[in-house]
């Protein structure tokens, strides 16, 4: 082989060593481009479940806060009708007709707000809010009738109040069962 020939022979084996070499960097480069981007999804993909969660979790506070707040007054208006039936008056109905005019709508969006996080947790919200308006409106017309001297506030509204009582405590085991179970959102 003449020195023409080996220099050929030389320069096409460096300029292909060269050109793998180029290709083997730009190989490495994307895999580890695509391995930073793979982390990045990962970083955003978590940020926002936690975000998620959180906001889930202050829905779920807010909700169990109003729906505490309803059920108290109602337990409050029936038991003043039960145990101090002089007191009981167009003054009180209309103090829990404010306050349940107030929180009702206020329980319902919320409500809405996790179905759209847990859907399993909003159908049991969804159930104990129906309960709450059926008894609330049970308890206004029974107030009106009262109030109208249709009945008498004792027999009236003491079987509400018990009614009001279970309510009440049914709110208090769905505390509990959300506390001890991590409720995750729906992506």
Not at 49 to 73: C, D, F, G, P, V
Not at 82 to 96: A, V
Not at 141 to 146: E, F, K, L, M
Request: hydrophobic letters at 45%; charged letters at 20%.
């Amino acid at each position: 082989m003449d020195q023409a020939t080996a220099v050929v022979i030389g320069a096409s084996v460096g300029a292909i060593a060269a050109i793998c070499g180029q290709w083997i960097q730009a190989w490495r480069q994307s895999r580890i481009e695509a391995a930073k981007l793979t982390l990045e999804r990962a970083k955003l993909n978590h940020s926002q479940a936690a975000s998620l969660h959180s906001e889930m979790r202050e829905a779920l506070q807010n909700a169990i806060q109003k729906l505490a707040s309803a059920t108290h007054s109602m337990c409050w208006l029936t038991w003043i009708a039960k145990e101090s039936p002089k007191r009981f008056g167009e003054t009180q109905l209309q103090r829990y007709d404010k306050e349940m005019h107030i929180l009702l709508p206020e329980i319902i969006g919320l409500q809405a707000r996790i179905s759209s996080y847990v859907p399993e947790l909003g159908i049991k919200l969804l159930e104990l809010t129906a309960r709450i308006e059926d008894l609330d409106e049970r308890i206004a017309r029974t107030a009106i009738s009262v109030i109208d001297g249709v009945s008498q506030p004792v027999e009236s509204l003491s079987p509400l109040h018990r009614e009001a009582i279970v309510l009440h405590e049914q709110l208090a085991h769905l505390c509990h069962e959300t506390s001890m179970k991590n409720y995750v959102p729906e992506a």
